[in-house]
């Protein structure tokens, strides 16, 4: 693995900031380099908001998404706003309940619905894990990062009362991505 990048996106509130910075510090946890970069929109909640994150085994040279080998969509402005940094055969991860799929680029090589906000709202009863839970699927589609690695992060990134709920809501996730199947 020389460089991979991920942008994921979505809209103020979902936890796409944190989502990037947990991926990042797992990824250094595993002994290799990442850089994170997040924008937002002026108003955070609600408004558009993006982390990309690029990890290599070598130094990071250049610490922008030029071509993406995951996106990470959780809305439909997300979707649209960044399918074109889509790498040619790369990773599509969309949440269904606010992504539409029937117009879904087919630049994609692989695209999966993971209704991480229905998980995170109707099983674990807490919309606020809807990131977590996301993480945990796109480490399960992706295997970008170690387990181990990747629950360190995650007890490192959450507030010490949310601990147990986070990691149910990371193990919800990776399951969920293990056994995604592509549309």
Known sequence: MSRTEVRISGFG?????LLGHMLANATT???????????YAMQQRGGAVRSDVV??????????????????AMSQEALDKNINYLK????LIIDPLYVNTENVEKRAGRV????????????LKNGMVVNVVMLGALVGISGLVSEPSLKKAVAEG????????NLKA???????GRNARPI
């Open 158 to 165: 959450v507030p010490a009362k949310t601990l147990e709920l």
């Open 13 to 17: 509130g979902q936890g796409v900031a």
């Open 88 to 91: 040619d055969g790369g990773i």
């Open 29 to 39: 946890l595993d002994g290799k380099e990442a850089a994170q970069v997040e924008t």
């Open 112 to 123: 999966y619905r993971i209704p991480a906000t229905e998980i995170a709202k109707n099983e």
């Open 170 to 176: 990371l193990d919800r996730g990776l399951g969920e």
């Open 55 to 72: 990890v290599s085994e070598q130094e990071i040279d250049y610490p922008e998404i030029t071509a993406a080998d995951v996106i990470v």
